[in-house]
């Protein structure tokens, strides 16, 4: 195959020789060859069409039951040397690694077709993106990677003859666990997933490229990958200020994303604009604000508990266009149903794992829907969707906000004293255990700026670029922490959250206008509890109090866990996190 690109022609061609393909098929990106595409996979069985007056141009498919989710286990950061993936990262030593999983591709597409996927992360052309190519024998693979990502011809005349691009070689081999690996390789721009056909192992732009290599290509050149949903919060006169937000799974990034102001916001004229829901590309501008896209093109997102109360703009993102994954099939009129999609569930219907479920199924408790069921949705269904989604030049960042799941530590929301002090905050990130996830309920887990999985290299370095790039920005995000799950004595969430948020945001904008008061804390600046609208809650100024008050003695305790955590990263700890913690305790005494 001819390309103009010499780096491509032998990534590809070296690929074609030890995977030993069928055929080979660029993909140009034409609707044609994406509707021969789609037929295809509906006459294998590969993907089931659904009603196309409910819900046009939509598909479903189902995973294996072994491969349903991202393996953290079977991931790994592939290096020279295992200091460049630190503590937090499973490592396994370059050459290795290239020669245990040569083994395992050898021969692995025999009688299947490769299909080449040349795609942009971002805009094709902005000066943010960033290219790569995959090389996958998965149609399911092509078909989302076309939601995700720019894909095409356009991308490889942009790329033109440079070699500045991100392997990555997909192949579902036997879709073996055992055999099931997701690996990094950071230092060669390269990425090789086998044995799986689940989307976060496998679109190889989400958080393989966007993130784990992305991040260690932004410490290189001086920008940042984060795992940050991106909004803009337009106020009534008609000025809008942009925000990004980190938080672990199961904290709503994507309902704060995509969030609806309440009543008493929207009748003055506040909306919300939603830039991205799960990744943020950010770089200094020339006027020294700093400057946020978001790489991908559509939502991949989970789909049980999205509704029209959870998340109306994320349902009817849905409607068109979308593939879902692993969710139940409603035989009734030819559509898809979801535990926590509304309170009717189909009487005749197939599970995620392709067996017949009905009432008698429900009654004995088996889900319809995998817990982590998936819709691959494009971003240009979102009602809600930024008119600057497109900008090749990214939008200027106002506030940078990390959040958590925390019972009883931290305040509804506080403000970092200065950027240093943002990045501790950052850093000690943390999440309380859900009765979701296996294991104790309640337990502590850190994982800073929601990156703990997906930071390429590290993460003292990655701390480290953090405190230089501020030292770069002439204009600095302020920096605050938000959590939204504080509760009472009876576990009972003491915070409306959802749209309600929107009182919360309010006041980080007004904050970073210097409009609002806020009251010296130990551990940053909370709100003046007049400070937060409540009109329209049930709530009054004592509840906000309550909500924003700090318990020096829990907030010891929290200390001990982060100078634990922090041993982990021994003298490569930055001197700059360690102050902020010695401040922290001095504060508490």
Not at 163 to 175: E, I, N, P, S
Not at 177 to 187: D, G, H, L, V
Not at 317 to 327: A, D, E, L, P, Q
Request: include cysteine; charge should be negative; hydrophobic fraction near 40%.
């Amino acid at each position: 195959m001819q390309f103009l690109s010499k780096g491509v022609e032998k990534f590809v061609n070296d690929s074609i020789e030890l995977c030993q393909p069928d055929k080979v098929m660029l993909i140009d990106g034409s609707e044609e060859q994406l509707n021969a595409l789609r037929a295809e996979a509906v006459a294998t069985g590969e993907m089931i069409k659904l009603n196309e007056e409910l819900l046009p141009g939509c598909y479903l498919h189902r995973t294996k039951p072994n491969d349903v989710a991202r393996v953290e286990g079977r991931t790994f950061i592939c290096t020279e040397k295992q200091e460049t993936a630190g503590p937090t990262n499973n490592w396994m030593q370059k050459d290795e690694a290239y020669k245990m999983l040569r083994d395992i591709y050898r021969g692995a597409m025999k009688g299947r077709t490769m299909y080449i996927i040349p795609y942009s992360m971002g805009a094709v052309g902005s000066p943010f993106s960033k290219i790569g190519i995959e090389l996958t024998d998965s149609i399911y693979v092509v078909l989302n990677m076309n939601i995700m990502t720019r894909v095409g011809q356009k991308v490889l005349d942009q790329l033109g003859s440079s070699d500045d691009f991100v392997r990555g070689l997909h192949a579902k081999a036997d879709v073996d666990a055992e055999k099931r690996y997701i690996c990094q390789f950071p230092e060669d721009n390269t990425i090789m997933s086998v044995n799986s056909a689940y989307g976060g192992n496998v679109l190889l732009g989400k958080k393989c490229f966007a993130l784990r290599i992305a991040s260690y290509q932004g410490w290189h050149e001086g920008w940042m990958a984060e795992h940050m949903l991106i909004l803009g919060l337009e106020k009534p006169n008609g000025e809008t200020k942009y925000i990004a937000a980190a938080f672990p799974s199961a904290c709503g990034k994507t309902n704060l994303a995509m969030l609806i102001p309440p009543e008493e916001f929207a009748k003055r004229g506040y909306k919300i604009h939603t830039v991205g829901d799960d990744i943020a590309w950010i770089r200094i501008g020339k006027d020294g604000r700093m400057y946020a896209i978001n790489p991908e093109n559509g939502f991949f997102g989970v789909a049980p508990g999205t509704n029209v109360k959870s998340n109306p703009n994320a349902l009817a993102s849905t409607r068109k266009n979308t593939i879902f994954t692993n969710v139940c099939h409603n035989l009734e009129n030819n559509t898809v149903w979801w535990e926590g999609l509304d309170k009717n569930p189909p009487k005749k219907a197939i599970d995620w794992q392709g067996n017949p479920w009905g009432p008698e199924e429900q009654a004995a408790g088996i889900k319809g829907a995998h817990p982590n069921s998936r819709f691959t949705a494009p971003t240009i269904n979102c009602p809600c969707l930024s008119d600057e989604f497109e900008n090749p030049q990214g939008v200027p960042l106002d506030a940078i906000v990390f959040g958590g799941r925390r019972a009883k530590t931290a305040p509804l929301v506080y403000e970092a004293r200065d950027w240093n002090h943002g990045v501790f905050v950052g850093s000690i990130m943390a999440s309380e255990t859900t009765a979701a996830a296996s294991g104790a309920v309640g337990v502590v887990r850190r994982d800073p700026m929601a990156m703990l999985p997906f930071c390429g290299y590290h993460m003292a370095d990655y701390f480290a670029h953090w405190i230089e790039m501020g030292k770069k920005v002439k204009h600095q995000p302020k920096i605050f922490n938000v959590n939204w799950f504080r509760t009472d004595e009876e576990g009972h969430f003491l915070w409306p959250g959802f749209g309600d948020n929107m009182r919360v945001l309010d006041w980080i904008i007004r904050r970073t206008e210097g409009t609002a008061k806020a009251v010296e804390t130990p551990i940053g600046y909370v709100p003046d509890p007049a400070d937060i609208n409540i009109n329209g809650l049930d709530m009054t100024e004592a509840d906000i109090a309550n909500l924003l008050s700090v318990d020096k003695e829990l907030w010891r305790q929290d200390a001990e866990g982060i100078e634990e955590f922090y041993k982990k990263f021994g003298d490569k700890l930055p001197k700059e996190l360690r102050h902020e913690l010695d401040v922290l305790e001095n504060n508490l005494r």
